[in-house]
């Protein structure tokens, strides 16, 4: 399982560095956080301890569905539903369709490598 690289930057450094880039005056090196987050805060709602216990039940017992998970969390599958959402938009988690209407929740990472710098 790959470590997830993870950049904390203000918005509007955030802005100005994708411009640069755009332009051709910035290039990204290998290595470089892909996922970006404009604050502390705003990543530790993504991994508060409740989400890190749910990937690492994910990770642990591998549940074929949100529903199999909700039990194992006690989370209701309507919040569950949004939080994996929001966890796989970062690359987190992978929600893998499968028999029409199930959905499978996968772990994609468990080691996170966080770069801020001020």
């Known amino acids: 399982m790959k470590t997830l690289k993870i950049g904390?930057?203000?918005?509007?450094?955030?802005?100005?560095r994708v411009k640069a880039i755009a332009a051709g005056k910035l290039n990204v090196k290998a290595g470089e956080p892909k996922v970006w987050f404009s604050s502390i805060k705003s990543l530790s709602e993504v991994l508060s301890d409740n989400n890190v216990r749910l990937l690492k039940q994910i990770n642990e017992y591998h549940p074929q569905t949100i529903s199999?998970?909700?039990?194992?969390?006690?989370?209701?599958?309507?919040?569950?539903?949004?939080?994996?959402k929001t966890m796989e938009k970062y690359g987190i988690v992978e929600l893998?369709?499968?028999?029409?209407?199930k959905v499978r929740p996968i772990a994609k990472t468990t080691?996170?490598?966080i770069r801020y710098a001020i």
């Open 8 to 16: 904390i930057m203000p918005r509007k450094q955030f802005q100005e």
């Open 68 to 84: 199999e998970l909700a039990e194992l969390s006690g989370r209701k599958p309507g919040n569950l539903s949004r939080t994996l």
């Open 96 to 101: 893998k369709k499968y028999d029409s209407r």
């Open 111 to 113: 080691q996170f490598d």
